[in-house]
């Protein structure tokens, strides 16, 4: 077996530690492994054939190494029959693509309700009316809306976040708007899982 003098370095400083730790070989690695971040796919970029086979898909996923799914879309069917082909499949929900219209009034505890039986903590908005882009009001009012949801969706263990967009790094009245979102007071929970998606679509 070749192995480069970097690699050899790597592996000899890598037993030291665990040899100092009083770990064996097969601890380390476990160790690792529990360090390692679970990936998931977002779905939205299976949207033309989840819907015509939602177990297949789901199934396919899952052999390519996929930990988790992030919803994009919900196929007409109920929160209990993706719970349970998600479960058959060894698949995590990771979050869902929540327009924001279902975090307000009263289709905020459905949503809620919903995403609690797919196992789901993230509720990310895939994005705003485009008059919200229009004035700086707007977008304040918009990133206060996400703040109080994010405060109030606490209680049950979930967070709300928000799909960026090029158009959120274009300037409204001098101020880019993906700064007024992450600036807002109180901000903490909700612009941590504000995530920039598009380069991670799969």
Known sequence: MNVSRRNLLKLGVGAAAAWTAGLRPSTL???QAKKKIPIGLQLYSLRTIAGKDVPGTFGAVAKM????VEFAGYYNRKAEDLRKILDQCGLKCCGTHTGLDTL???A??????????LGNKFLIVPSLPRTTMTSL????DTAKLLTDLA????????RVGYHAHPQDFKRVADRVPWEVFSRMPDQASSCSSIRQLHGRRR
């Not at 905020?108 to 039986?117: A, D, I, P, Q, S």
């Not at 009001?137 to 304040?140: E, P, T, Y």
């Not at 405060?151 to 979930?158: I, R, S, V």
């Open 104 to 106: 307000t009034g009263d």
């Open 65 to 68: 190494g996929y930990q988790g």
């Open 151 to 158: 405060e109030q969706l606490k209680g049950d263990g979930m």
């Open 29 to 31: 690695r476990a160790e």
């Open 137 to 140: 009001a707007k977008l304040i």
């Open 108 to 117: 905020l505890k459905r949503t809620v309700e919903f995403n609690k039986v």
